[in-house]
C-alpha cells in the first residue's frame, strides 16, 4: 500500500491541526493505521494507531486526551486530530500501515512495512 500524508504546517501554541493519510493500492480496510512522529535529532516516536475497523485507537504516552486517530475506510484515509499543540509536538509526522486485521497492539515503527514520506508540523510560541 502506498501512503500519502499531508495537512502540516506552522501553527501556534494552542491551536488544533488535522493530518490526513491516503491509502492507495491493496485493500485499506486490510490494514491498521499508525502515526509516529520525529522530532530535529530525536528517535522516531508512536503516537498512535487505530485497527482496520476504527475502533480501539491507542497511543503513545501522554498523548491522549490531545489527540484523536479515526479513519474512513471509504476515502481510504486515516486522520489525525491534534489539539492544544505545544511546542514539543514539532516534528516530522509519518502514517505507516500494517496488514493485520488480528485486533493486536503494535508500537514500534519496526512493526509496520508501509510508510508515508511525512509532513512537518511547526508549533511555534
Known amino acids: 500500500v502506498q501512503l500519502q500524508a499531508s495537512g502540516g504546517g506552522l501553527v501556534q501554541d494552542g491551536d488544533s491541526l488535522t493530518l490526513s493519510c491516503t491509502a492507495s493500492?491493496?485493500?485499506?480496510?486490510?490494514?491498521?493505521m499508525a502515526w509516529f512522529r520525529q522530532a530535529p535529532g530525536k528517535e522516531r516516536e508512536f503516537v498512535g494507531a487505530v485497527q482496520w475497523n476504527g475502533n480501539w485507537p491507542y497511543y503513545g504516552d501522554s498523548l491522549e486526551g490531545r489527540f484523536t486517530i479515526s479513519r474512513d475506510n471509504a476515502k481510504n484515509t486515516v486522520y489525525l486530530r491534534m489539539n492544544s499543540l505545544k511546542l514539543e509536538d514539532t516534528g516530522v509526522y509519518y502514517c505507516a500501515a500494517r496488514a493485520d486485521r488480528g485486533g493486536g497492539y503494535f508500537r514500534y515503527s519496526s512493526d509496520y512495512e508501509s510508510w508515508g514520506q511525512g509532513t512537518q508540523v511547526t508549533v511555534s510560541s
Open positions: 493500492g491493496r485493500s485499506f480496510s486490510n490494514y491498521m
